[in-house]
């Protein structure tokens, strides 16, 4: 998310906000001015009470701030770079230079928010309790209270267990952990997340449907909760693909083989018909020399066909990128493969199957495709 207003640096970070920080300081003001405050102290005036929602609702903006600074210093003293932190009208966003090298940095990084969150509401409660003695303005200890109250809440929230909350994070670090996996771990916490979301923006629906307003509110954050967790784990499905996935899985059979010898017009009536593009070639040995495909036996003019063997027009095995059937996609997608094909191999010489560069295009980008 990109600041439209920058506020310089603290720390060596960057700060800056999206518009949409001043659309949620005018919904809190309106509601403190309108509700929270008349409630809690009667009897003030309305420009009392809209000055004393402003100011509270501006340093709720610098808790949030705090919020993210917690992340972000924690991430640069475990030699993270920051880049930069974004606030907007849902929270804040702190954008790091590159992820957790281990679980247990994740996690502190992760829980270093809401830790700094409910300290500041807790801070906040034993403030409210030092004024009173003091004959402080109501007022002010109305909106110090309520400033406790929403960095506890927003602390407790931020710990729910689903990306892309810091409770999803600090879940994801867990499932690091225990699976050595952090792509595997972040497909699980933004399976949590969607749930987290769904049931968020339920209660948001439920809230509406009882004359409450306030639903909108909770529906908006359910809506941004799962449209996050979807793209984090489809990044993460991408990311972690090639990994998994092995060339024993993406192989075209290899059922139909052809021997040096048969003439090219003999071999190509057999296989016409068939689904299998690539062939390989069987030498008097019984191993395979080449490959051939179903482009170039088409290519051979008709008139040289009966004349033409397959061993004549067969593209040689050793100039074909030959690869284990455990081979990775990133491994085969660092191959130079054409048209051709990639010849596999396990238990030896024994070939087993052919990739072609469609078959490794494809399996990325259904990599890459939305998450299910």
């Avoid at 709720?60 to 210093?73: G, P």
């Avoid at 972040?186 to 809230?207: E, M, P, S």
């Amino acid at each position: 998310m990109n600041a439209t207003f920058r506020f310089g640096r603290i720390a060596g970070i960057p700060i800056g906000a999206h518009w949409s920080v001043l659309l949620m300081v005018l919904i809190v003001s309106d509601t403190l001015a309108s509700n929270a405050l008349p409630q809690l102290v009667p009897g003030h005036s309305a420009a009392a009470y809209w000055s004393t929602a402003v100011l509270a609702a501006v340093v709720f903006v610098a808790s949030l701030l705090a919020h993210e600074l917690a992340h972000a210093l924690t991430a640069r003293r475990l030699d993270l770079p920051v880049e930069r932190i974004t606030l907007w009208m849902l929270g804040g966003v702190s954008v790091l230079g590159g992820d957790p090298a281990t679980p247990r940095a994740a996690f502190l990084i992760a829980g270093a928010g809401p830790a700094t969150s409910i300290g500041l509401g807790v801070l906040g409660g034993g403030g409210g309790l030092l004024l009173r003695p003091l004959d402080a303005p109501d007022l002010l200890r109305a909106s110090v209270w309520w400033l406790a109250v929403m960095n506890v809440a927003l602390g407790v929230f931020n710990l729910l267990p689903g990306v892309p909350l810091d409770g999803g994070r600090l879940l994801r670090a867990l499932l690091w952990q225990w699976y050595g996996d952090p792509d595997r771990a972040t497909v699980l916490a933004a399976i949590a997340g969607r749930v987290v979301g769904g049931v968020i923006g339920a209660l948001g629906v439920v809230q509406l449907l009882n004359g409450d307003a306030g639903g909108l509110w909770l529906i908006a954050v359910g809506y941004v909760i799962v449209l996050a967790a979807v793209a984090e784990g489809r990044q993460a499905r991408a990311h972690g693909a090639p990994a998994r996935t092995t060339a024993s899985q993406l192989m075209r059979a290899a059922d139909i083989t052809g021997k040096v010898e048969t003439p090219v017009g003999e071999f190509l009536a057999r296989v016409l018909d068939e689904e299998q593009l690539l062939f390989p070639i069987i030498g008097p040995d019984g191993r395979a020399t080449g490959v051939v495909s179903l482009r170039r036996l088409a290519s051979v003019p008709s008139g040289l066909r009966s004349t033409t063997t397959l061993g004549e027009i067969q593209v040689p095995l050793q100039q074909v990128p030959v690869v284990s059937s455990q081979a990775t996609l990133a491994d085969l997608q660092r191959l130079p493969v054409d048209a051709e094909g990639v010849a596999l191999v396990s238990d030896g010489l024994q070939l087993v199957g052919l990739i072609t560069g469609y078959d490794i295009t494809r399996a990325t980008e259904r990599a890459t495709g939305p998450a299910g």
